[in-house]
């Protein structure tokens, strides 16, 4: 029986986890379909989740087809959540996109489409809600060709709109033929010649969905069950199965850990090669880093990450203890499971989101934007902050874009966010699961820095004022936008013993975290120019001597002063989040609005005229989107929408610069860095 690992995405509020119920029930997996507004639903199993009516994680169910088995794979719909889906679209063999025939396409539903686009994922698309009032179809199915801009294949037609007896009455018209023959000179011929049978027709269409070229529509409600059996049937015939063979090397990535009931780690990993097998030792890699080369790097080769876990060849070890696969809607325990599974496993304590279980596969990319607010998690009272910080620790073990950041000068941790809704999950979930109280600081933008120019600095071994026996010369230059951190040599991979030239570069990307402002540096190509170290020394009848011989430690020591001067002397420009808006609203209340975004610091780019609406489109600060979407429903009679979604970073041009509390050792301040350095070291600087 084939496998297949299927995600349903959509906007919040369209429908998807009742969709999946419906699937669960119409596979015959569970007797009686829950309810979101019940909080009696199989995927949603977090108490919040049931309390607050949303998926907040991504939950995996099994369930089979004829000749198919199914991992579903149920993702959250708020865009705060959407860490949750990027970390799923990896794992994938195909999707279905929920649309709601009310509401129409939303942000978050244009933004799910251009990823699954761009990662080649086949998606079937289902138009939910066709029995409420206010549903349409053909009204539907225009947007998503205008605002989606893909080429979509009408599976057939809705009928008795918006009442509970609508249904789906499939069938293929001519705009599934101009679809399919716009992309296959062979059938556009054939229709040319005289016509095209069905039996091609359809050929055509599961081969261009498998490719990812087109996307079939479906009507339906997953209420009622109106068009589910017919997009069963599509998931059978025109999604791919799963690849990989079973008797190859071990390849996985861990897209989900959670905790256990006892406190234990418990990874979900997708196996795109090979067999995972219980008691087998296997090699844990960063997937993050699979396929990024540099000069002195070996491909897939991890960055040391301080993990548990035993070392074999520079990489981490772990010894799985329990496995289970998803079958019929639960997770059963297996002795081993091939390519293609979905797996939860015990055991490997040190794992982390976007791990590599054996041989590093495909690397693990970034498909959607960070998080772009920040804010500090305030103790409430008799919250003990060493249990505040190791529970965010482990959160952020589920979520690494938390990014659990503690300032040890203020007594201060703070946390990534993507919106007002996250903060208040964390919140709810800091009080449920961990007995902590908390509040928040107004949440304010995360900025990046990039170098604005070119700089160098070297600092020479044995040569004052340098205290480490390390020679480190870095240049670091600007690189286009989205490049990230380049690492080069411009010296000899011989000159000098490899883990000194590792020291540096890890030290490099660590030090960009905070710039001349504190904010993380990106966007540049650091080049290492000189290197030197002093030789293992010893004395007569005596062991090495440290002191005479450089050690790694002092190349992670004077990297940080090398670079940081280096950046100075190019200078930083500090830019801050900014997203891309779309406002409708009556034309009539124009004259309001703009005033209101100016101040906000958006700048309407457009204007266009929608009936008797307005729509504005343009930028905005991310962080003043809060407030705007507070704002709006004032300033338009409650009749303004507004979409946004992150767009781009932008140089800061009004006001002061923001900048950011330093947590590190502060390698600004020469005199503050060593003393900070060697009295963690217990050390004095040599002369």
């Known amino acids: 029986m084939h496998l297949l690992n299927l995600g349903i995405l959509a906007h919040v509020d369209a429908g998807k986890t009742s969709l999946t119920e419906r699937l669960l029930h119409s596979a015959g997996v569970i007797d009686e379909i829950g309810s979101v507004d019940a909080g009696s639903t199989t995927t949603d199993t977090l108490a919040l989740e049931r309390q607050r009516g949303i998926t907040i994680k991504s939950a995996v169910v099994s369930f089979p087809l004829d000749g198919v088995t199914v991992n579903l794979i149920d993702t959250p719909g708020h865009p705060d959540f959407i860490a949750e889906v990027e970390r799923v679209l990896g794992v994938l063999d195909g999707a279905v996109l929920v649309v709601s025939a009310v509401e129409g396409v939303q942000a978050q539903t244009r933004l799910l489409m251009r990823t699954l686009r761009r990662l080649h994922i086949p998606t079937l698309v289902f138009v939910n809600k066709i029995d409420r009032r206010g549903a349409h179809d053909d009204a539907v199915l225009r947007q998503m060709a205008g605002r989606l801009a893909v080429p979509l294949v009408p599976m057939g037609r809705a009928a008795a709109l918006g009442t509970r007896a609508a249904r789906f009455v499939p069938g293929l018209g001519a705009a599934a033929l101009d679809a399919l023959a716009d992309r296959d000179d062979d059938l556009l011929a054939a229709y040319l010649d005289g016509g095209v049978s069905d039996a091609r027709l359809h050929a055509a269409l599961a081969t261009q969905t498998r490719r990812g070229l087109v996307h079939p529509v479906y009507f339906g409600s997953a209420v009622t069950g109106a068009g589910v059996p017919e997009l069963i049937g599509g998931v059978e015939r025109l999604l791919p199965a799963a690849g990989g063979d079973p008797d190859g090397p071990l390849s996985a990535t861990v897209f989900k850990v959670e905790r256990g009931p006892a406190g234990e780690k418990v990874a979900y990993a997708r196996i795109f090669s090979g067999t995972l097998r219980v008691r087998a030792r296997i090699p844990l890699g960063d997937g993050r880093e699979a396929g990024r080369t540099a000069e002195g790097r070996k491909v897939g080769q991890p960055a040391d990450g301080g993990r548990e876990g035993r070392e074999t060849g520079g990489r981490k070890e772990g010894r799985v203890t329990v496995l289970s696969v998803f079958e019929r809607g639960a997770a059963g325990r297996r002795e081993s499971a091939g390519a293609?599974?979905?797996?939860?496993?015990?055991?490997?304590?040190?794992?982390?989101?976007?791990?590599?279980?054996?041989?590093?596969?495909?690397?693990?990319?970034?498909?959607?934007?960070?998080?772009?607010?920040?804010?500090?998690?305030?103790?409430?009272?008799?919250?003990?902050?060493?249990?505040?910080?190791?529970?965010?620790?482990?959160?952020?073990?589920?979520?690494?874009?938390?990014?659990?950041?503690?300032?040890?000068?203020?007594?201060?941790?703070?946390?990534?966010?993507?919106?007002?809704?996250?903060?208040?999950?964390?919140?709810?979930?800091?009080?449920?699961?961990?007995?902590?109280?908390?509040?928040?600081?107004?949440?304010?933008?995360?900025?990046?820095?990039?170098?604005?120019?070119?700089?160098?600095?070297?600092?020479?071994?044995?040569?004052?004022?340098?205290?480490?026996?390390?020679?480190?010369?870095?240049?670091?230059?600007?690189?286009?936008?989205?490049?990230?951190?380049?690492?080069?040599?411009?010296?000899?991979?011989?000159?000098?013993?490899?883990?000194?030239?590792?020291?540096?570069?890890?030290?490099?990307?660590?030090?960009?975290?905070?710039?001349?402002?504190?904010?993380?540096?990106?966007?540049?190509?650091?080049?290492?120019?000189?290197?030197?170290?002093?030789?293992?020394?010893?004395?007569?009848?005596?062991?090495?001597?440290?002191?005479?011989?450089?050690?790694?430690?002092?190349?992670?020591?004077?990297?940080?002063?090398?670079?940081?001067?280096?950046?100075?002397?190019?200078?930083?420009?500090?830019?801050?989040?900014?997203?891309?808006?779309?406002?409708?609203?009556?034309?009539?209340?124009?004259?309001?609005?703009?005033?209101?975004?100016?101040?906000?610091?958006?700048?309407?780019?457009?204007?266009?005229?929608?009936?008797?609406?307005?729509?504005?489109?343009?930028?905005?600060?991310?962080?003043?989107?809060?407030?705007?979407?507070?704002?709006?429903?004032?300033?338009?009679?409650?009749?303004?929408?507004?979409?946004?979604?992150?767009?781009?970073?932008?140089?800061?041009?009004?006001?002061?610069?923001?900048?950011?509390?330093?947590?590190?050792?502060?390698?600004?301040?020469?005199?503050?860095?060593?003393?900070?350095?060697?009295?963690?070291?217990?050390?004095?600087?040599?002369?």
């Not at 290197?531 to 004077?558: C, L």
């Not at 950011?660 to 503050?672: A, V």
């Open 340 to 687: 293609g599974r979905i797996v939860k496993v015990w055991g490997l304590g040190g794992i982390r989101v976007g791990d590599a279980l054996g041989e590093p596969g495909r690397a693990y990319e970034p498909h959607f934007a960070p998080p772009t607010l920040e804010t500090v998690v305030v103790p409430g009272p008799g919250t003990d902050r060493r249990s505040l910080h190791l529970a965010l620790t482990q959160l952020a073990e589920q979520d690494p874009l938390i990014g659990v950041r503690h300032d040890e000068l203020r007594k201060e941790t703070s946390v990534s966010l993507y919106g007002e809704v996250q903060k208040e999950v964390i919140q709810a979930t800091l009080a449920d699961e961990y007995g902590l109280h908390v509040t928040f600081r107004e949440a304010t933008a995360l900025c990046i820095e990039r170098p604005a120019g070119t700089g160098h600095a070297v600092e020479f071994d044995e040569k004052d004022p340098n205290p480490f026996l390390a020679t480190v010369g870095l240049r670091i230059d600007p690189a286009p936008p989205g490049s990230g951190v380049v690492f080069r040599l411009e010296v000899e991979l011989g000159s000098m013993p490899y883990a000194f030239f590792k020291a540096v570069e890890d030290t490099v990307r660590e030090t960009l975290g905070q710039g001349l402002y504190g904010w993380q540096v990106t966007d540049c190509t650091v080049t290492m120019t000189h290197s030197g170290y002093s030789p293992r020394q010893s004395h007569a009848h005596q062991g090495f001597d440290k002191s005479m011989s450089s050690t790694g430690y002092d190349f992670r020591g004077v990297t940080p002063l090398v670079l940081i001067e280096a950046l100075r002397r190019a200078g930083s420009r500090v830019h801050e989040p900014m997203h891309r808006f779309r406002l409708e609203a009556p034309a009539d209340t124009l004259g309001v609005l703009l005033p209101v975004l100016t101040r906000l610091g958006a700048v309407p780019e457009t204007t266009g005229t929608h009936g008797p609406a307005c729509v504005l489109e343009g930028s905005v600060p991310a962080a003043r989107v809060h407030e705007l979407e507070q704002r709006l429903p004032g300033l338009t009679r409650g009749e303004g929408e507004l979409e946004t979604a992150f767009d781009h970073y932008a140089p800061v041009t009004r006001g002061t610069v923001p900048g950011r509390p330093r947590t590190d050792r502060n390698p600004l301040h020469r005199k503050e860095y060593l003393l900070n350095v060697m009295r963690r070291a217990g050390d004095r600087p040599r002369n």
